[in-house]
């Protein structure tokens, strides 16, 4: 009996199944049979085989997703700290990127995809746009095969139009080889909509359509894609239920109609939008249209894979911006619109809306896949009391805290330690990437490009004149 066919039962949890009705169920079992969850509900009977996870004081979910990925970048992580796009732009598209080689995507990936199930995503949009040669994307492909989750690859690549990589028999026996029949969870096309009235992008649609893939694309992003992108898309017949609009953040109500009415849904990478510069994250306007969201974390050369840092942020971005509306017409917030269930359905269930996976994934229901998430953590102060649950993934909780993780009923995480898990290997690999790239950069371009200048922050006038406070006298010096 493989470690995927034994049973699984968790006990004594509280669980958020994320089913339509949002239901959740404190002091409850979930039962994993064959890979799928079999039964949630009180005092389960398991069978005697089952492996017994005592969930005790935890929160139970289904396994997050994250439909917006740069895995490749894990490998150069939290250098760009203090990065906008511009930076990110000139490193990575006309400086940097080219100079990674197959092993450091690799590199990036398998970190990247490690990264993924230990803060309890169970499922990964690999929005692997470094993929320059064919041998680039099997080294990305042979990294998400490495790790047990679940990875969908949108396979993409900088270094030309997509209407030349797309359409190249290269791509086509990529295509052959490692989706067809392969590991993959799935898989989408990756590349931007640049607004051209020639729309050379036609060719990449044509040959998505073809493949039956989805075609993911950074929408709205300030100074890069606007309005004119979607237009064309939606103008030729583009826009399906499965488009995936990254950021979606620059773009007028025109946009937003033709998104909504054609069912597709956005990714917002709110930490992206706010320090990049993208555009304001936008659920505050995509509530409004009623247009589908999930959450994305972007690249590890920023930020984290860490969805709870999605929520929280994505929830204080959204009040923020309704407050600061209202401020200006001088009314008041009483009742905040976005909710903290929301976001957690957003984390959950519309990542699996997102890509299609709806009926398999998202949620602890019977018959779906195993995708569980164990948020549990006797030795933290923070894990009681627990009186909103919803709100305690959101605001309390974080990914020290994902202490068990099922994917496909396969035990990759327990007790806060990885398990089947090379991490040492992976941690070998990023460090030759580092290696390459430094010295083939040179030590001076290294520094500048982790360093960008800072601007000068002008003081303004002031009023009031300084003076200095004599503790001696308690009075103010003149
Ligand atoms: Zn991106």
Not at 44 to 57: C, F, K, V
Not at 72 to 98: C, H, N, P
Not at 145 to 155: C, I, N
Not at 174 to 190: P, S
Request: contains cysteine; proline residues 4%.
């Amino acid at each position: 009996m493989s470690a995927t066919d034994r049973p699984v039962v968790f006990r004594n949890g509280l669980i958020l199944t994320m089913d339509d009705a949002h239901t959740v169920l404190p002091g409850a079992d979930v039962l994993v049979v064959g890979g799928r969850i079999a039964q949630v509900g009180v005092g389960l009977t398991a069978p005697d085989d089952a492996l017994e996870i005592d969930a005790t004081g935890g929160i139970l979910m289904p396994g997050m997703v994250d439909t917006h990925r740069h895995l490749w970048q894990t490998a150069m992580r939290g250098y760009g700290a203090d990065w906008t796009l511009t930076q990110y732009f000139v490193w990575y598209y006309l400086e940097s990127g080219k100079l990674f080689r197959p092993e450091d995507v690799y590199a990036g990936n398998l970190l990247g995809a490690i990264e993924a199930i230990d803060a309890g995503v169970t499922t990964t949009v690999d929005w692997s746009h470094g993929l320059q040669t064919p041998e680039h994307a099997d080294a990305a492909v042979d990294a998400l095969e490495a790790v047990d989750g679940r990875f969908v690859l949108a396979y993409g690549n900088i270094q030309q139009g997509p209407w030349e990589w797309a359409t190249s028999p290269e791509f086509r026996d990529f295509h052959r080889r490692r989706v067809d029949g392969g590991k993959l969870a799935g898989f989408q096309l990756a590349f931007d909509v640049t607004g051209d009235p020639a729309f050379p992008e036609r060719a990449a649609f044509e040959v998505a359509r073809e493949l039956g893939a989805a075609v993911t694309t950074h929408a709205g992003v300030w100074g890069a894609t606007n309005d004119d992108g979607i237009r064309l898309m939606h103008e030729n017949g583009f826009m399906t239920p499965l488009t995936v609009y990254v950021h979606a953040a620059t773009l007028t109500q025109d946009s937003y109609n033709r998104i909504a009415a054609t069912g597709g849904s956005v990714s917002v990478s709110t930490e992206s939008e706010q320090s990049a510069g993208q555009g304001y994250p936008p659920t505050w306007q995509l509530r409004h249209h009623d247009i589908p969201v999930s959450l994305s974390m972007d690249t590890s050369v920023w930020w984290s894979g860490d969805l709870f840092s999605a929520m929280r942020s994505t929830l204080g971005a959204d009040r923020s911006r309704e407050h600061l509306e209202a401020h200006a017409k001088q009314e008041t917030i009483t009742h905040c619109h976005l909710r903290a269930e929301q976001v957690v359905e957003w984390a959950t269930r519309g990542g699996a809306r997102a890509l299609g996976m709806d009926a398999t994934i998202g949620a602890l229901t019977p018959g779906r896949q195993a995708d569980v998430v164990l948020i549990k953590n006797d030795a933290s102060p923070v894990m009681f009391p627990i009186l909103n649950p919803h709100g305690h993934v959101v605001f309390q909780a974080q990914r020290a805290d994902v202490h068990t993780v099922l994917v496909g009923g396969r035990v990759v995480k327990r007790d806060g330690r990885l398990v089947g898990v090379d991490l040492a290997a992976a941690r070998a690999s990023v460090a030759a990437t580092i290696d390459h790239l430094r010295e083939t950069m040179g030590e001076e371009a290294w520094q500048r490009g982790m360093n960008p200048d800072v601007p000068e922050t002008a003081i303004l006038e002031n009023p009031y004149q300084y003076t200095e406070w004599d503790a001696g006298s308690a009075q103010w010096k003149h």
